[in-house]
């Protein structure tokens, strides 16, 4: 409804704007977008087109924005249009052409709000949570792997084809580490006294995997093993119950993705070498030495050569090794061919999202695609990153740090267990992304108007209560098409109104900026919108009229607090 008068609106005024100009040859159209006026009392829309026009036409903003208004065509949904400001064109909409969007609500249900992707709607990658395969997942993974599954569901929603990726870095240092340190549990579980380093994994998980390949394997086989082959062996399994117990966790959060990327396969490919002898072959590769590391002082710091990547060619400020000391890819090598390979899958956009920690490897990665792509592709070909601060965890204002599980972090899981899923997943949803995220585990437990989750989730448990105490007081609603609605004059019930038909340009916002916390935002508002008119109003009055118009009203509410809330992958309860 809200998409189809504004866009009515926006030809409107383009056409309005073609016949001004048409003695203006060199002037172009400005684009004509329609923003949400602050105040009420503002319109219900407003228009910056007159001002882009006042150096080209020699007139003022005020003078131009008068002439738009003289010669617009308005659609039959507008009340009224004025010039305001320094040349702002204020729209007033009918208050029954607002009202008339419960009626599109109701009758479009899970469907209002969102866009149907075309055959050949843009096809985004989205990788995310994307969490080392040594171990469960923490807090932190947690916040990243909502943020990711929130904003590939807003992306499907407008109108995009979205995969959802998970990158599993199964290759590098980090495996060994891994391998070594359940081949030591092992050992002490075969009776060893066992002296364990501080590079090894600690962690009951590591325990249980050690026992789970001692019940599948002969410990003497093993031992009889050459040292590598026993390691890879050890590190493939843990690898493998590592990320059975990673997506039990994400399944427990409700998330899922299409893919499981591994980057081992890179390696076992040879697309990882094949891409540094193309960089080779391009001239933007050479030996040489690093420069020290910054912002530490380094008494010991030895020059030594390695293959490098000229990335300061394309925009990073230092140039990047290619390969260690030993011959073997960096990470950031196997990193390079991960995003070239997506971009060979033929994804029209690109999306990351990362924690926070993960910062400079921002422009490095988009260097190198720089170097990749023809110009006429980069800009598809670059990947938009989203950077997750942490999560402070506390329980009643004091600092969570310690795991039983992890040994070292609380996992995503164990909140999840104590909190709830929604709980979890709307928290998390409730601030940017650059800002750290304070989390109590009692107050997310709370259930009162202070808890996020629990006040939206109320407001529609709250009015399916209603509707269902009427319909045991026998308050039919007939035919929608039949009520009236232009008895739903009063402040509150405006401001619901209002807020329902802004919910598809919001959503359209949020995922143009890539910012799926402001779903949560609306939910909010929109909560605290209709518990202010539950506190004001009646539903169920002695006016018949009234009546059935606040029950499509409050209906339409749910159904968008459902819809929203769906975005997030959080629940709407009927009870509470």
Same mark, same amino acid.
């Given at each position: ?50 001002? /882009? ?9 005020? !003078? =131009? *924005?008068?002439?738009? &208004? +003289? $010669? ?124 364990? /380093? ?9 325990? !249980? =995997? *050690?026992?789970?390949? &001692? +019940? $599948? ?360």
């Amino acid at each position: 409804m809200e998409a189809c008068v504004k866009q009515a609106l926006e030809q409107a005024l383009e056409q309005a704007l073609i016949k001004l100009l048409q003695d203006h040859p060199d002037a172009a159209v400005p684009p004509v977008v329609l923003t949400r006026p602050k105040e009420k009392e503002h319109g219900d829309y407003a228009a910056n087109v007159a001002m /882009p026009l006042a150096r080209v036409l020699k007139q003022s903003p005020q !003078q =131009i *924005a008068a002439n738009i &208004l +003289a $010669a617009v065509v308005w659609p039959d949904a507008v009340e009224a249009a004025d010039v305001a400001g320094p040349g702002f064109i204020n729209i007033r909409l009918k208050k029954a052409s607002e009202a008339n969007v419960l009626k599109t609500i109701i009758q479009q249900a899970e469907e209002y709000g969102r866009v149907a992707a075309a055959a050949d709607a843009t096809k985004v990658n989205l990788e995310f949570v994307s969490a080392n395969p040594t171990g469960p997942m923490h807090v932190g993974h947690g916040r990243g792997a909502v943020v990711g599954d929130a904003l590939a569901n807003l992306l499907a929603a407008t109108g995009n084809h979205v995969q959802r990726e998970y990158y599993i870095n199964d290759a590098g240092a980090q495996i060994g580490v891994l391998a070594g340190s359940v081949w030591l549990r092992m050992r002490e579980l075969n009776g060893e006294q066992i002296e364990f /380093p501080e590079s090894a994994y600690p962690g009951e998980y590591i325990v !249980q =995997i *050690a026992t789970e390949v &001692l +019940a $599948a394997h002969d410990y003497k086989t093993l031992l009889a093993m050459d040292e590598d082959a026993r390691l890879a062996l050890i590190g493939q399994l843990a690898i493998d119950a590592n990320m059975a117990m990673i997506r039990d966790d994400l399944n427990a959060i409700g998330i899922h993705f299409d893919l499981y990327f591994s980057e081992q396969s890179l390696h076992n490919s040879g697309r990882v070498n094949e891409l540094i002898e193309r960089l080779q072959a391009d001239g933007v590769v050479y030996r040489g030495t690093l420069p020290p590391p910054k912002g530490k002082e380094v008494s010991d710091y030895q020059p030594v050569e390695h293959l490098l990547f000229r990335t300061t060619d394309f925009g990073d400020d230092v140039d990047r090794p290619l390969a260690k000391q030993d011959g073997t890819a960096t990470y950031f090598a196997a990193d390079i061919a991960y995003h070239y390979d997506k971009h060979l899958r033929g994804f029209d956009r690109m999306i990351d999202v990362w924690g926070a920690d993960h910062g400079g490897y921002v422009t490095r990665v988009q260097a190198a695609m720089k170097a990749l792509i023809e110009p006429e592709a980069a800009s598809a070909a670059q990947p938009d990153v989203i950077l997750v601060q942490m999560v402070n965890l506390t329980r009643d204002g004091v600092p969570v740090k310690m795991s039983k599980r992890a040994g070292t972090f609380v996992t995503l899981r164990e909140v999840v267990d104590e909190v709830g899923r929604d709980a979890v997943r709307f928290n998390f949803m409730t601030r940017r992304v650059e800002s750290q995220l304070d989390f109590d585990l009692e107050a997310a437990k709370k259930q009162n108007d202070e808890n996020p989750v629990y006040y939206v989730q109320y407001a529609h448990a709250r009015i399916a209560a209603i509707l269902r105490k009427a319909s045991d007081e026998g308050v039919v609603v007939g035919e929608i098409d039949d009520v009236d609605l232009s008895v739903l004059t009063s402040h509150e019930e405006q401001r619901l109104v209002a807020h329902l038909l802004a919910y598809p340009e919001a959503l359209l916002r949020a995922a143009d900026r890539l910012e799926a916390y402001r779903v949560a935002t609306y939910a909010m508002r929109l909560a605290a919108d209709f518990h202010s008119f539950y506190h004001k109003h009646r539903v169920v009055t002695d006016d018949n009229n009234l009546t059935v118009a606040r029950m499509l009203l409050i209906r339409a509410v749910a159904q968008v607090i459902t819809n929203a809330l769906g975005i997030l992958g959080v629940s709407a309860p009927d009870r509470m």
